[in-house]
């Protein structure tokens, strides 16, 4: 079954332009996957060589400790890239655990697959590199928050960028990407 | 007076390859500086439409919080790169201070000739996506750090990156770079 690609190249075009064969040679690197709600995508010890788009769903990131609680680093909805990247980028066994927040429509692509797209046609090369300034930005700005924020301002900077997520998880695991208890939370007027 | 830029040359290819003439492009959009201890940089609320590569010496970024207190984004020192990225990234007033921690010396590159060059040479755009790839993990296991992490660990973390830091800074910028006072610091066994 050919699934329709076409919300990745609307995403990628938001950012260069590829002309038709360039595209067809781009969306043949990626491939479909569904998951229900709570499978894994990547455990840790695992090789990870593959990162993931969001067609429709939610997943998220996180490390469990050596006292079993979680710590959440990413949650990714509609349009978001996410994976294990340091596992990803190393190519090194998985220190995170990927999983399932809802049923989840994804397309994967292969660390190779990147390199090649990369190499092959120029504006992916370029499209990467701006996504990822926006998130290196995003991720100094997080940085920055942990040293300067209280948790209220952390809380009301993680619902301004992702406003759908009230709805979508617990506020138990707001808490764990915010790095505070759920009591603590709340606790706070927000 | 032209100054040598072959440490650039070297730090570039040991990602990616660039013919003479290639090189040549791409190195006469970078601007040589100099600057004293103590200097500025970037100041809060200019316009921020450079990004820097050292070449020798000592800068942060920092932001100052409403009491004065400073928070230590980044340290850069020889062949890393630095700016207020958010800043730079959304054209925006800095919200960040960049300060020289020593005499230093340093290549200058405008967004609009970053941009060029990464469309004109692509080998250039896989350049600076590749080190954004590092620098995104880089940040992501920082983040991990301040959800999981003893202040001992992010210590040690700190100074396994960059183990000259402890003879170039005062050990009170490294605790405003891991978030905590002098105080907490010098009581650690590090």
């Not at 940085?143 to 948790?151: C, D, G, K, P, R």
């Not at 009230?166 to 790095?179: C, D, T």
Request: aromatic share 12%.
């Amino acid at each position: 079954m050919t699934h329709d690609l076409s919300p990745l190249r609307k995403h990628v075009e938001e950012i260069v332009s590829l002309t038709d064969s360039e595209w067809q040679f781009v969306a043949s690197h990626f491939e479909y996957r569904s998951l229900k709600k709570h499978q894994f995508v990547i455990q840790t010890g695992q090789v990870v060589d593959h990162e993931f788009w969001i067609l429709k769903g939610l997943l998220r990131t996180y490390s469990l400790d050596e006292n079993g609680k979680e710590h959440i680093l990413q949650f990714a909805s509609e349009n978001y890239w996410i994976s294990d990247y340091h596992a990803y980028q190393y190519q090194m066994p998985a220190t995170l655990f990927l999983d399932c927040l809802e049923d989840t429509h994804f397309l994967s692509l292969s660390f190779e697959s990147r390199e090649l797209i990369c190499k092959e046609v120029p504006a992916m090369a370029n499209f990467f590199r701006v996504k990822l300034n926006y998130g290196f930005v995003h991720l100094q700005q997080r940085v920055l928050s942990h040293l300067t924020q209280t948790v209220e301002q952390r809380y009301e900077r993680l619902i301004d960028e992702m406003p759908h997520l009230i709805q979508r998880v617990p506020k138990k695991l707001l808490a764990s990407y915010l790095g505070v208890s759920r009591e603590t939370l709340s606790r706070l007027k927000v």
